[in-house]
Nanobody, 120 residues
Framework: HVQLVESGGGSVQAGGSLKLSCAVSGYRHCVAWFRHVPGRAREGVAS?????????YRDDSLKGRFTISRDSGKKTVYLEMYGLGPGDTGMYYC????????????????WGQGTQVTVS
């Protein structure tokens, strides 16, 4: 049973940056970051595949500010966020599924507990 543990959230001023970490206890081909912004449904942000490391972003606006990466040795997936604004405030979740289609946000069904990001 795979477990996901997020860390790295916190409070930051507008224009600042944060780096989130997701420790993955077992192997999964796809690991993604989602976020739940107040007033909006939970949405996929970015995903990454193993072992190739292909990356997928929900849209180009996120790709320009967010970077997903992984450290296979540490079994950790990162989300670096730059140029944060109040609209990025929300709970950020790490997620995975047992398949191989990393860009299909609907397939993710195993979740971490989340880490809060607050931008003011």
């Amino acid at each position: 049973h795979v477990q996901l543990v997020e860390s790295g959230g916190g409070s930051v001023q507008a224009g600042g940056s944060l780096k989130l970490s997701c420790a993955v206890s077992g192997y999964r081909h796809c690991v993604a970051w989602f976020r739940h912004v107040p007033g909006r449904a939970r949405e996929g942000v970015a995903s990454i595949s193993s072992p190739v490391g292909s990356t997928y972003y929900r849209d180009d606006s996120l790709k320009g500010r967010f970077t997903i990466s992984r450290d296979s040795g540490k079994k950790t997936v990162y989300l670096e966020m730059y140029g944060l604004g109040p609209g990025d405030t929300g709970m950020y979740y790490c997620a995975t599924h047992s398949g191989t289609l990393c860009s299909d946000w609907t397939r993710y069904n195993t979740w971490g507990q989340g880490t809060q990001v607050t931008v003011s």
